[in-house]
């Protein structure tokens, strides 16, 4: 038996299994501030700069490890906060289509 006022964890895990980017959209607009999400992707840039610069100075790699190393540090996806796609109603509206 559940216990008393317990109803809503389980209602709230079986909606975001169901309607998980929805819920997160709603999340993210409540709380999201822009400034925060740009000071994060600074903070994200100066990191794999620094990550860069480091790499370079690391003598004991060889030439093709070193830009193997550089491509994939250019490749990284950054992910930060939210994916900018859950913020776009247009996605959400068409990746729901088919829920009734």
Same mark, same amino acid.
């Given at each position: 038996?559940?216990?008393?006022? #317990?109803?809503?964890?389980?209602? *709230?895990? &079986?909606?975001? !299994?169901?309607?998980?980017?929805?819920?997160?959209? =709603?999340? =993210?607009?409540? *709380?999201?501030?822009?400034?925060?999400?740009?000071?994060?992707? *600074?903070? =994200?840039?100066?990191? !794999?700069?620094?990550?860069? #610069?480091?790499?370079?100075?690391?003598?004991?790699?060889?030439? !093709? *490890?070193?830009?193997?190393?550089?491509?994939?540090?250019?490749?990284?996806?950054?992910?930060? =906060? &939210?994916?900018?796609?859950?913020?776009?109603?247009?996605?959400?509206?068409?990746?729901?289509?088919?829920?009734?």
């Amino acid at each position: 038996m559940e216990a008393e006022g #317990e109803h809503w964890r389980r209602c *709230t895990f &079986y909606t975001n !299994k169901a309607l998980g980017l929805a819920t997160a959209a =709603v999340y =993210v607009n409540a *709380t999201t501030i822009d400034a925060s999400l740009a000071h994060i992707s *600074t903070l =994200v840039t100066y990191v !794999k700069r620094a990550f860069n #610069e480091y790499l370079l100075r690391k003598i004991w790699m060889d030439a !093709k *490890t070193r830009k193997n190393a550089e491509k994939k540090l250019e490749e990284m996806i950054e992910k930060v =906060v &939210y994916p900018s796609y859950i913020i776009n109603n247009t996605f959400l509206t068409d990746f729901y289509t088919n829920v009734s």
